[in-house]
Nanobody, 117 residues
């Protein structure tokens, strides 16, 4: 079975840092695009960052310069390093993986990130 398991969320003060991890199993992860999405209270789930199998990255404007997405194919894991966190970053963060030639995509269960003073 395909499984995506996020970890690393928690409570942090503004200006702090967190690193989220997503362990992927059940697919040939090295050939998949991976991404991080987030859903804040009252909002729809929105894209944060993506990384292709070739390592190309893309970020939503609000996190550019603060967040870094990366992947370790040997460990079947995608990461999101979050620096200089702001209260508006508070959300449930979800890991996503999809194959360019597939209509299906896979989601993790989500991990809560709370930025509060």
């Amino acid at each position: 079975q395909v499984q995506l398991v996020e970890s690393g969320g928690g409570l942090v003060q503004p200006g702090g840092s967190l690193r989220l991890s997503c362990a992927v199993s059940g697919i040939d992860f090295s050939t998949y695009t991976a991404g991080w999405y987030r859903q804040a209270p009252g909002n729809r789930r929105a894209l944060v960052a993506t990384i292709t199998s070739g390592g190309s990255t893309n970020y939503v404007d609000s996190v550019k310069g603060r967040f870094t997405i990366s992947r370790d194919n040997a460990k079947n894991t995608v990461y999101l390093q979050m620096n200089n966190l702001k209260p508006e970053d508070t959300a449930v963060y979800y890991c996503n993986s999809n194959h360019p030639r597939s209509l299906f995509e896979y989601w993790g269960q989500g991990t809560q990130v709370t930025v509060s003073s």
